[in-house]
């Protein structure tokens, strides 16, 4: 058997030589990378990256600190790029009218015209106004201040206090909260006696632009629509042929948006009734057999064509002083045609607009 005397000795082993030959390739892959791109570096691996740079790669804890406490120091060192500075804006440097949150959720409290309180889940939704060199706001910041006035029973002043509070937070011009809501209320059949609850799609809104504030409600209110031609021709075949026919008739939504003026209130029942005089065939809740030849007969006497509808709403709302501009969207979800009769009447400058949300109708649909 030979043995080397410098295996003996120790002198240079294999695992001596290998070693070297490491060293000097980490320090080549050191020298290139002072000059590699960040792209080059995060393909050789998080790892062999921070290696390059002569950086230990650090060992995170996996568990969650639940006795972590934050205190004021700590939070100033928390970064916010929402609320960054105009050097972090990305795209246009553009005012944006309308920015915030949608949809968050939590009961409050409405008074009813008799007296009476009722809590209903609401939706919110609060946005404000954002100036061109302003990177973002802090979305949370608007649900803080309205939780901070959620446990008071609804009021135009309540709703008034908590836009004043965000934007004064949040800084901003202008600023809106819109609450909608499903209300209910008990109605009674036509002739049968029957009580049954009717829910009713509500929004309310305040809106304050260039310095003035608008109250405004929104009322989606369901009903049959009669062909009035249809009627006729029923009625002349029956005349003039003895032949058996029924006019059509179909589930229609008029979305009736106004706004509130001077000091009387305008309650939820209230619009509800200025819609029911000027329409009285609202869909039922309780039905017997007297109650559906009754509901033959009212649509009968109340032939209407969506023309009609627009105007009809129109008048009851022009003779109401409590009430400012208004709009009246009407759709006729017709059981003749594979389409949908439409209108849109307004009043005033609130509702004004040369162009309407393509979806504007798809959402008249009533979901019973």
Request: net charge negative; aromatic share 8%; charged share 25%.
């Amino acid at each position: 058997m030979n043995v080397h005397a410098s295996e003996i000795d120790g002198d240079v082993t294999a695992a001596d030589t290998q070693a070297d030959e490491a060293r000097e390739a980490l320090a080549r892959l050191r020298v290139w990378a002072q000059t590699a791109s960040e792209a080059d570096l995060a393909e050789m691996g998080a790892d062999l990256s921070a290696l390059l740079k002569g950086k230990a790669y650090p060992e995170f804890s996996r568990d969650y600190p639940s006795d972590f406490v934050v205190d004021s120091a700590y939070k100033d060192t928390l970064p916010d790029l929402q609320n960054g500075p105009s050097s972090l804006i990305r795209g246009a440097k553009r005012a944006i009218q309308h920015v915030g949150i949608s949809n968050f959720r939590l009961p409050i409290r409405f008074h009813t015209r008799d007296g009476g309180d009722i809590t209903l889940e609401t939706s919110v939704t609060g946005t404000v106004s954002l100036e061109a060199e302003k990177k973002g706001i802090n979305m949370s910041r608007i649900m803080r201040s309205f939780y901070r006035h959620a446990e008071k029973t609804f009021s135009f002043e309540v709703v008034n206090a908590a836009l004043e509070d965000y934007k004064t937070d949040l800084e901003s011009f202008d600023a809106r909260i819109q609450m909608r809501f499903s209300y209910p209320v008990k109605v009674q059949s036509l002739r049968s006696g029957l009580w049954g609850y009717q829910y009713y799609d509500i929004a309310l809104e305040l809106n304050e632009t260039n310095g003035v504030r608008k109250k405004i409600m929104h009322l989606d209110y369901v009903y049959s629509s009669t062909c009035p031609c249809s009627l006729e021709l029923s009625e002349h075949a029956r005349e003039m042929r003895g032949q058996l026919a029924t006019p059509h008739s179909q589930r229609s939504v008029a979305r009736i948006s106004v706004e509130l003026v001077g000091s009387n209130r305008l309650w939820f029942e209230d619009l509800l009734e200025l819609a029911r005089d000027a329409v009285p065939t609202e869909t039922q809740v309780m039905v017997k057999r007297e109650d559906e030849q009754a509901f033959a007969e009212l649509n009968a006497a109340n032939p209407i064509f969506v023309e009609d509808a627009a105007r009809l709403f129109s008048k009851a709302l022009e003779d109401d002083p409590r009430v400012g501009d208004f709009r009246v969207v009407a759709s006729h979800q017709e059981s003749l045609h594979s389409h949908d009769a439409v209108s849109i009447l307004t009043e005033g400058d609130t509702f004004a607009a040369e162009s309407y949300d393509p979806k504007m109708f798809a959402t008249l649909h009533h979901a019973g």
